[in-house]
């Protein structure tokens, strides 16, 4: 047999996704304003970052970063292990630990790598991973790359996870899920997930990357707005890119998990620390997340809005509260027909289609941020009503 061509292999499954218009396509931003995204010289209205206390753009957070970078530089030159640990690091790490009630927190360059490293670490060959179906990819692939064998269970299905862990009651077993479902929006069941864990010696991760800063006393996430503490979770993972609108991630919890971390995670150990000014910046959205209590009050009014006005318009809405509100199509080319035409009028909407979510769930992913008004949103309702219903003579969407 000649031996394939890996180029040739590539290029063949591009052509496959472009075929089932499934193909992926790179878009440039040409510059961000607020919610006001600009693309190919028009100026469109994004309801499409995570950026949901609207901090990315906070006077105040783009201060402490240019300060660090004129102080400090830009690289931080080194692992954390090396001399890449500066005090910026230091103070924010502690301040995450303070914020979510762990005893102590390590940064990771970003949350893909935070995953993937606490994975690595925990779990051994012979072990087992208990993960939610609709966990974030880069759970899964810490499964895998950590060597554990990978269970699933159905969508927020706790019996499903327990008969998961009850089918290798030997085996040393860490159960993962997202705190809040990325791309559905939805809450993960964690108290009853926190009971069978500790039925079962079990180790629960949850990945908090949607819930920091929008849920819980002072925004300090799912955990903290179920009283969940480091006992009941043991493993807090969540990144700063998103309702904190800088970069990175952080893994927080006890002391010894931390210093084990430090000591085995290879994605902690062998990579460039984030820029010192990086962590300046999240530092300073953390004071300001924890601070103004009404970002997320706003948030949760925009969220409201959206979706009385959506339910108003019979939209396919589904069962979220929170900053992320999809409109459920169905199929690929049906998501994608929509976002071109929200496009065509001036709205920047992600179409989210398979392998990031199941077939035929292809979806609209709306987000909302504190940085939108309520006339935007009124005007994305607006443009949601005026999608013409499909040949076929479905309903709108
Ligand atoms: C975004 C996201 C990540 C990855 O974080 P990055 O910092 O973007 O690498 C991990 N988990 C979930 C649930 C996410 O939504």
Same mark, same amino acid.
């Given at each position: 047999?000649?031996r #394939?061509?890996?180029l040739?292999?590539?290029?063949q499954?591009t052509?496959?996704?472009?075929?089932?218009?499934?193909?992926?396509?790179?878009?440039?931003?040409?510059?961000a304003?607020?919610?006001?995204?600009?693309?190919?010289?028009r100026?469109?209205? &994004?309801?499409?970052?995570?950026d949901?206390?609207?901090?990315?753009?906070?006077?105040?957070?783009?201060?402490? $970063?240019?300060?660090?970078a004129?102080?400090?530089?830009v690289?931080s030159?080194a692992?954390?292990?090396?001399?890449?640990?500066?005090?910026?690091h230091?103070?924010?790490?502690?301040?995450?630990?303070d914020?979510?009630?762990?005893?102590?927190?390590?940064? $990771?360059?970003?949350?893909?790598?935070?995953n993937?490293?606490?994975m690595?670490?925990? =779990?051994?060959?012979?072990?087992?991973?208990?993960?939610?179906?609709?966990?974030?990819?880069?759970?899964?692939?810490?499964a895998?790359?950590?060597?554990?064998?990978?269970?699933?269970? #159905?969508h927020?299905?706790?019996d499903?996870?327990?008969?998961?862990?009850?089918?290798?009651?030997?085996?040393?077993?860490? =159960?993962?899920?997202?705190?809040?479902?990325?791309m559905?929006?939805d809450?993960?069941?964690l108290?009853?997930?926190?009971r069978?864990?500790?039925?079962?010696?079990?180790t629960?991760m949850?990945?908090?990357?949607?819930?920091?800063?929008?849920?819980?006393?002072?925004?300090?996430?799912?955990?903290?707005?179920?009283?969940?503490?480091q006992?009941?979770?043991p493993?807090?993972?969540?990144?700063?890119?998103?309702a904190?609108?800088?970069? &990175?991630?952080?893994v927080?919890?006890?002391?010894?998990l931390?210093?084990?971390?430090?000591?085995?995670?290879?994605?902690?150990?062998?990579?460039?620390?984030?820029?010192?000014?990086?962590?300046?910046?999240?530092?300073?959205?953390?004071?300001?997340?924890?601070?103004?209590?009404?970002?997320r009050?706003?948030?949760?009014?925009?969220i409201?809005? $959206?979706?009385? &006005?959506?339910?108003?318009?019979?939209?396919?809405?589904?069962?979220?509260?929170?900053?992320?509100? #999809?409109?459920?199509?169905?199929?690929a080319t049906?998501?994608?027909?929509?976002?071109?035409a929200?496009?065509?009028v001036? $709205?920047?909407?992600?179409?989210?289609?398979?392998?990031?979510?199941?077939?035929?769930?292809?979806?609209?992913r709306?987000?909302?941020?504190?940085?939108?008004?309520?006339?935007?949103?009124?005007?994305?309702?607006?443009?949601?009503?005026?999608?013409?219903?499909?040949?076929?003579?479905?309903?709108?969407?």
């Amino acid at each position: 047999m000649p031996r #394939p061509s890996l180029l040739a292999r590539l290029a063949q499954s591009t052509h496959e996704r472009a075929q089932s218009s499934l193909l992926r396509r790179l878009r440039t931003i040409e510059h961000a304003e607020g919610p006001w995204l600009e693309s190919g010289g028009r100026r469109l209205l &994004g309801f499409c970052g995570n950026d949901y206390l609207g901090l990315a753009q906070h006077p105040l957070v783009i201060a402490a $970063f240019k300060r660090t970078a004129d102080d400090e530089g830009v690289g931080s030159t080194a692992a954390h292990l090396i001399c890449g640990h500066r005090a910026e690091h230091a103070a924010l790490e502690e301040a995450l630990a303070d914020w979510t009630g762990r005893e102590r927190a390590a940064l $990771f360059s970003t949350g893909y790598l935070a995953n993937l490293g606490v994975m690595q670490a925990l =779990l051994r060959a012979g072990d087992m991973c208990v993960q939610d179906k609709l966990n974030h990819a880069c759970l899964l692939d810490g499964a895998a790359l950590a060597g554990a064998q990978l269970k699933r269970y #159905p969508h927020n299905d706790v019996d499903g996870a327990a008969r998961q862990l009850a089918s290798r009651a030997e085996a040393g077993a860490l =159960l993962a899920t997202d705190g809040i479902f990325s791309m559905d929006g939805d809450l993960a069941p964690l108290r009853e997930l926190a009971r069978l864990c500790e039925q079962e010696d079990a180790t629960l991760m949850v990945d908090d990357a949607h819930g920091l800063g929008v849920l819980g006393d002072n925004g300090a996430g799912t955990l903290s707005m179920l009283d969940l503490g480091q006992r009941d979770v043991p493993v807090l993972m969540a990144t700063l890119g998103k309702a904190l609108g800088c970069h &990175g991630a952080f893994v927080a919890g006890s002391a010894n998990l931390v210093e084990g971390l430090l000591q085995s995670a290879r994605t902690y150990v062998y990579t460039t620390a984030m820029p010192p000014a990086v962590a300046a910046a999240a530092l300073a959205a953390v004071r300001i997340a924890r601070a103004e209590s009404w970002r997320r009050e706003k948030l949760a009014a925009l969220i409201r809005r $959206f979706r009385d &006005g959506a339910q108003q318009l019979g939209l396919p809405l589904m069962p979220s509260d929170t900053a992320i509100q #999809p409109l459920l199509l169905g199929e690929a080319t049906t998501a994608m027909a929509a976002a071109g035409a929200l496009e065509a009028v001036g $709205f920047l909407v992600g179409a989210i289609r398979p392998p990031t979510v199941p077939a035929g769930k292809a979806r609209l992913r709306i987000t909302l941020s504190a940085a939108h008004e309520e006339e935007h949103v009124d005007q994305l309702l607006e443009a949601l009503s005026g999608l013409a219903p499909d040949e076929a003579g479905s309903p709108p969407l």
